[in-house]
């Protein structure tokens, strides 16, 4: 394979169900990174709480780029360039909120390293002790008076479904949004221009890297699109049906080094370590 850059993202991709990196997937990472391959993060989390756990997760020095907050935000270290693209309207996420607030969910806006929400209760409370992300409980009416890169619905997984059939009665034609399902229990929206493929058509373009050279790994429907505009595009074992739909390749799951795997067999063509 004529790889150039691998994009990996965070949770359940690269993260273990402990919230770390596994030792032989680092070894592998660097491995690539001294053949002169691109490393980096693709994810839904925004750039500024990624940068804070580098070193919880073990990869701090191994990250060239992030694609952050869904591809609405790209950093590189190498190039020292940081970019936001699409923002939410402020009034457009009052309405979304609106149109959920009587079901049993709450919402939440990363913004600069921090989640925001309206309301402390237990989703925000286990989604901030997940992803070991602080919150702090705002006012939405001032909060909402800027844009936001997007606004995240947190449920029971057992919710979800009801969340999504609520969805499809939202509508604005004033403004426009997209929405998916990130986890298990988040549903997001945001511009429907901001796709991870957005944000790593930037980075690649910055580093004269062809899309074709970039192999991706994801595993949940976030990762569907840059699974299938990458050159080479890797899904988990525990990935979802969508995503995998469109995987070149189906590698082992998160807690069993499938990303150290594909990267040893197919990129640097050596031996497990």
Known sequence: ??????????????????????????????????????????????????????????????????????????????LNVEKQSYPLDGHLIKEIIEHFEDMDVNFAIPWEGILFSPKDDKHI?????????????????????????????????????????????????????????????????????????????QVMEMHNIDMKELCTFGDADNDYDMTLNAGVGVVMANGSEKTKSVADYITDDNNHDGIAHFIYKYILEEEDQ
């Open 125 to 201: 409370q286990e989604l901030a002790k997940a992803d070991k992300v602080p919150y702090q409980v705002v006012d939405f009416d001032e909060f909402l008076k800027e844009p936001r890169p997007k606004l995240v619905i947190l449920c029971q997984a057992e919710t979800m479904k009801d969340v999504v059939e609520r969805s499809k009665t939202f509508k604005n034609d004033q403004y426009k949004s997209a929405s998916l399902i990130t986890a298990s229990t988040l549903f997001e929206y945001m511009d429907p221009r901001v796709s991870k493929t957005l944000g790593l058509k």
């Open 1 to 78: 394979m004529n790889i150039k850059a691998i994009m990996c993202d965070v949770d359940g991709t690269l993260l273990t169900n402990q919230g770390v990196v596994s030792p032989k997937t680092i070894e592998a990472i660097k491995k690539a990174r001294n053949r002169g391959i691109l490393f980096g993060l693709s994810t839904g989390r925004d750039v500024n709480s990624v940068k804070t756990l580098f070193n919880e997760w073990g990869i701090e020095g191994l990250v060239d780029s992030i694609v952050g907050t869904g591809g609405a935000e790209i950093c590189d270290f190498i």
